[in-house]
């Protein structure tokens, strides 16, 4: 069946709430607006090749400071300088040099963002002395990613005198960095803005962003640019085409569902990567209600779709050639008259029954016609699926790490790289055969959407989308695939501190990397 594009009005346009800020490499020995100094641990002095440029009075206070060992410099610490004629200065501590790894640098650079205030202003220069290339494109990465804060719904008092001009980073270091350390800033802004994207996303109310709403954003999306096709699967398509994980999930809500398709470069020779993202833009559980503490933070359970969209934003701006799909299951689980209940047996797209044991286990209902339909007609090299899809992945693993499950090892393997690269960890976990049986035990249908028990619930979940992994044609190996169970990292990861709060935007970078290598 042909997909019909449409646009789908919205009363309110979910745009960027913000760009990342301006980022220039040079060796300009002039300080424009606020000195960052970048310090290794017990520090006594500037770094020598730093003091160029540096006011003589800062300077000196500077090293007054460090010479008393009143700043140690140790990792996740600031200090911030002012009051002399020379200006302005902000001491990050780097810890001790051995000790330093990509990530700590990520997270030193987002201490610098999070450290400013209006004292500081939003014109800032970081001056990096003695400190390897990848180090510092790491720590201005950090910067970048923490430079994010989403305030579209709040109002400014009339007496509110704060800059919300975005922030101007002045970068220096050795002659022969500046040219790497450009290239490497300006991707690291294009994937930010994916990232930005995908927390607007996770961070709308769901009474702006619901299915069509999400559909629109798309749409606008792919207009904008001439190398993305988008196309959109609607209620009524769907309900045709026989798509009843998507259709029984979303038909107890008056906003609609729908299935958005994105095609980067559709013009390209596949076979190619295809991510698919889960879409509940609300989940009350539906008839198997939940309870109502933090059913609020239920907004959030669409950032497996805000993670592949941010991800094709992604892909655009960094200007990757080759051919990827991204598709986004959009569903608003709601109780109603009309609603799924709990003993219903639904048909897949797939052809497969599923007995509905508990509504509340929806996410992986819409996903069963996104990864069967992936499979089948849109020509995958793998498949990789994000979903904040278990509170069971959050129990095992907290909010630390992303749960990780696979038919195929090459392809773990290198999705658990591709997150410690980028410091956002995707932990492998177990596909027995046992939990598969369990999850094919129904007395009345092929599949039951919920495990026998409650232990090992997210395998038990990841076992259920196995079963709508397609084999590769003419042939009886399943296309390679991967199940990301982001519940725990989507949102509310204290850890984490490339965000304030509110939504990630996690693994629009570990996609990035794994697919662009960059």
Known sequence: MSLVRRIFKCHVRLGLIGEPMQVSVNTNDNINGTLVLPLWQDSESMPAGSEGGVPRALKSQIDTVLGAGDYKAKSGTAMTLAGTDGGKALLIGLGKPDDATLQSMREAGAKVTASLSKIHGKTITVKFSGIEGEHMSAFVEGMILRDYSYDKYKSKDGDDDSDDGEIEAHVTCEAGKTEA??????????????????????????????????????????????????????????????????????????????????????????????????????????????????????????????????????????????????????????????????????KTYSGKTVEVLNTDAEGRLVLSDGLWYTGTKLNPSYIIDLATLTGACVVALGHEASGLWSNDDDL??????????????????????????????????????????????????????????????GTE???????????GTAWGAKTNKMVKNGATGIHVRTLHHLITGQ
Not at 424 to 437: G, H, N, Q, S, V
Not at 477 to 487: G, K, N, V
């Open 181 to 346: 350390l450009q290239k490497s800033a300006n991707l690291s802004l294009a994937v930010a803005s994916g990232v930005y994207l995908a927390r607007d996303l996770g961070n709308a109310p769901p009474n702006d962003l619901y299915p069509m709403a999400f559909a629109e954003q798309a749409i606008a999306f792919g207009n904008e640019h001439d190398n993305v096709k988008v196309s959109i699967i609607n209620y009524e398509q769907a309900i045709s085409m026989g798509m009843g994980g998507l259709v029984g999930v979303g038909m107890g809500s008056a906003r609609k569902p729908c299935m958005v398709i994105f095609e980067i470069n559709p013009d390209m020779p596949g076979p190619s990567p295809c991510i698919v993202g889960k879409g509940i833009t609300f989940d009350t559980g539906g008839i198997s209600l939940k309870p109502p503490p933090s059913m609020d933070e239920m907004k959030y359970d669409m950032h497996g779709s805000a993670t592949t969209f941010g991800l094709m934003k992604a892909l655009v701006a960094s200007g990757h050639k080759d051919r990827v799909i991204g598709v986004t299951c959009m569903a608003e689980n709601m109780p109603s008259s009309n609603a799924q209940r709990p003993g219903d047996v639904i």
């Open 412 to 473: 773990r393997n290198k999705i658990k790289e591709a997150g410690e690269h980028c410091g956002e960890i995707a932990w492998p976990m177990p596909l027995f055969k046992a939990f598969e049986k369990e999850m094919t035990d129904s007395k009345i249908a092929d599949v039951r959407n919920l495990g026998a028990g409650r232990w090992g619930g997210s395998n038990t979940a990841a076992a259920f989308l196995k079963q709508f992994i397609p084999n590769k044609a």
């Open 477 to 487: 190996e399943q296309i390679p695939w991967a199940h990301l169970d982001i519940a």
